[in-house]
């Protein structure tokens, strides 16, 4: 059985928000046409509290898109977006919600990033998203959304760690592409056995 993981198509990912991702809009007609080929669909959200040790903010002196060393390994530092409540942290108002069979709402541990929809960044902390997905037979695994390169990547690599069949959807995609990590995070995801279509 096949699922459509639509990753963190919100406000701040698009653009005008916080954290835009160049044509960011462009995909929400794309992955709601591919709803309907799936047996289902689940929504993950990126769901910050305002205090949260990712956004630049919260560091003093530090700038957007620099990093800081984490318990976990390096972080990069974002600018505070997907607040949890704000308009920002919304799904974007195109995209089908009533498809929705699960919404999975991920980094709100203030003291951890979570880019995966399976992991935290400490790579430990589960979001019960595989038993989930094993207990209804979904093995077949689609991934579309924001940002490519970054939670979407991750999130792919993870599940074809976890043996579900993992595929890229890479035209329902798009990229923030920070120093190159578009090409990198592909690599990444093709040595990993994700498929990229």
Sequence with gaps: MRALIVVDLQVDFCPGGALAVAGGDEIV???????ADHDAVVLTQDWHPADHSSFAGNHPGA??????????G????WPDHCVIGSKGAAF??????????????????REIDSYSAFFENDRRT????????????????????????FCVAW????????????????????AIDLN????AAQAAMREAGVTLA
Excluded: W
């Excluded at 390096?74 to 530092?77: A, K, R, S």
């Excluded at 498809?99 to 980094?107: P, S, T, V, W, Y």
């Excluded at 589960?126 to 390169?149: E, I, M, P």
């Design 74 to 77: 390096e972080q990069v530092l």
């Design 180 to 183: 190159g990590s578009r090409e």
């Design 126 to 149: 589960s979001t019960g998203l595989a038993g989930y997905l094993r207990d209804r037979g979904l093995t077949d695994l689609c991934f579309v959304g924001l940002a490519h390169d």
């Design 63 to 72: 700038q957007p898109f620099g990093t800081v060393a984490m318990p976990y």
């Design 155 to 174: 999130s792919a690599i993870d599940a074809a760690h976890l043996g579900f069949s993992a595929t890229v959807i890479e035209e329902a995609t798009r």
């Design 92 to 109: 974007h108002p195109g995209l089908d919600l009533d498809r929705a069979d699960l919404i999975l709402r991920k980094g709100f541990r």
């Design 29 to 35: 007609g794309p992955v709601n046409a591919l709803m």
